[in-house]
């Protein structure tokens, strides 16, 4: 299972001239895109946003978690998951990640009990986990840094795995990270299209 984590902070990234609300829905509806185009896993949406229910295909969940941050938004996003013993939370103001990321947090769960993509400028962009999700990963999506962070909480050295980094949209200047040579985030492109 993959589920996309929509909370009302993906709207600060949107740049000078364009709605925050209609930003945050392309942007999370990229995000979902990307997920429901992977083949073996089911996607879900997880927020704390209304109205989500519109960017979903029929069938998919659309899971309602309360406005947290830091440890407790993680914590309420796993433990909301409707079913499977893993997933991968994946922030949804990272409208361009290559899919084959994911696939490679899945892969590191092979050795680890959780996986982290990174964000390059510190945080993470997706995390990934054996469910239930332990008690001792008490890591936010906006922790500096979250494998050392999750390292030093872990009851064992290898229990945390780090997969390759990538990037998130958390200030308009951020859109400049978003490359436009790669496939998907249509409705974020459209958007941002003059």
């Known amino acids: 299972m993959v589920a996309v984590l929509v909370t009302p902070s993906v709207a600060d990234a949107a740049p000078p001239g364009v709605d925050a609300a209609d930003f945050l829905t392309a942007v999370a509806e990229d995000a979902y895109e990307l997920v429901a185009g992977l083949d073996f896993v089911s996607p879900v949406v997880v927020t704390s946003v ?6 979903v295909w029929p069938g998919t969940p659309v899971v309602e978690i309360p406005d947290l941050s830091g440890g407790a938004l993680v914590e309420a996003a796993f433990a909301a998951l409707p079913y499977g013993r893993q997933a991968v939370l994946l922030s949804a103001d990272a409208p361009d990640l290559p899919p084959l990321l994911i696939g490679k947090l899945f892969r590191e769960l092979g050795r ?23 008690e001792w990963a008490a890591v ?5 840094d ?3 962070t999750l390292r030093a909480s872990a009851p064992g ?7 390759p980094g990538w990037h998130r949209l958390r200030t308009p200047d951020d859109i400049r990270l978003l490359d436009p040579g790669l496939e998907g985030w249509d409705n974020t492109r459209a958007l941002l299209s003059p």
């Open 50 to 55: 209304p109205g989500m229910e519109e960017i």
């Open 157 to 163: 050295s290898r229990m945390v795995a780090r997969g």
């Open 112 to 134: 680890a009990r959780i996986a982290v993509c990174p964000d390059a400028g510190g945080g993470t962009v997706a995390l990934a986990a054996h469910l239930p999700y332990p």
């Open 146 to 148: 979250p494998v050392k």
């Open 140 to 144: 936010g999506f906006d922790d500096l």
